[in-house]
T-cell receptor, first 116, second 113 residues
Framework: ETGVTQTPRHLVMGMTNKKSLKCEQHLGHNAMYWYKQSAKKPLELMFVYSLEERVENNSVPSRFSPECPNSSHLFLHLHTLQPEDSALYLC???????????????FGAGSRLTVL | GQQVMQIPQYQHVQEGEDFTTYCNSSTTLSNIQWYKQRPGGHPVFLIQLVKSGEVKKQKRLTFQFGEAKKNSSLHITATQTTDVGTYFCAGPVSGGSNYKLTFGKGTLLTVNP
């Protein structure tokens, strides 16, 4: 157990479906992240929430919509995705250490998404 | 934009051999982090280096941060099959917020028992 729980672990969806990924952290952290991991590409930061406020949005297409109702929960709503969106979506959390400029990430196990 | 390059991309060793992966940034980093991802798993934080020239050890793993804070290395002595996985370095985006880390593509280590 990493302290960051993601559901579902695997998801297959058609391009017209609407689905959501869920993340919950039990570490008392105040920042949560969505990363995308595709084969042969570096980890890509998608969104960051700090104290439930979105602080980073990395030019992600609007078919991905994040939601952070509180500091322990993070969602990624998916709508009309494309096959190239198939990837491992990783949630992470951190305790903001702005003073030292070093936020260490604790990742969840990921949600493996396949878009048909 | 800022780039973090890692070499090699792949490394296959015999158990007991040493292994080193190198990380180079196009800009100076305030700190560098290393993560390990086992096959089918998720990245797990290993260590963070902050000071110029810093060297840290974790059992058989030795991490170094370059004097110019633009490069770093991870060296594993006498590899074991449990060392198999992808090792990523990551550094804060220059001029960006504390939340933005740029990850390298990683080095995949396989170990032949």
């Amino acid at each position: 157990e990493t302290g960051v729980t993601q559901t579902p672990r695997h998801l297959v969806m058609g391009m017209t479906n609407k689905k959501s990924l869920k993340c919950e952290q039990h570490l008392g952290h105040n920042a949560m992240y969505w990363y995308k991991q595709s084969a042969k590409k570096p980890l890509e930061l998608m969104f960051v929430y700090s104290l439930e406020e979105r602080v980073e949005n990395n030019s992600v297409p609007s078919r991905f919509s994040p939601e952070c109702p509180n500091s322990s929960h993070l969602f990624l709503h998916l709508h009309t995705l494309q096959p190239e969106d198939s990837a491992l979506y990783l949630c992470a959390s951190s305790q903001d250490r702005s003073a030292s400029g070093a936020n260490v990430l604790t990742f969840g196990a990921g949600s493996r998404l396949t878009v048909l | 934009g800022q780039q973090v390059m890692q070499i090699p991309q792949y490394q296959h060793v015999q158990e007991g051999e040493d292994f080193t992966t190198y990380c180079n940034s196009s800009t100076t980093l305030s700190n560098i982090q290393w993560y390990k991802q086992r096959p089918g798993g998720h990245p797990v934080f290993l260590i963070q280096l902050v000071k110029s020239g810093e060297v840290k050890k974790q059992k058989r793993l030795t991490f170094q941060f370059g004097e110019a804070k633009k490069n770093s290395s991870l060296h594993i002595t006498a590899t074991q099959t449990t060392d198999v996985g992808t090792y990523f370095c990551a550094g804060p985006v220059s001029g960006g917020s504390n939340y933005k880390l740029t990850f390298g593509k990683g080095t995949l280590l396989t170990v032949n028992p």
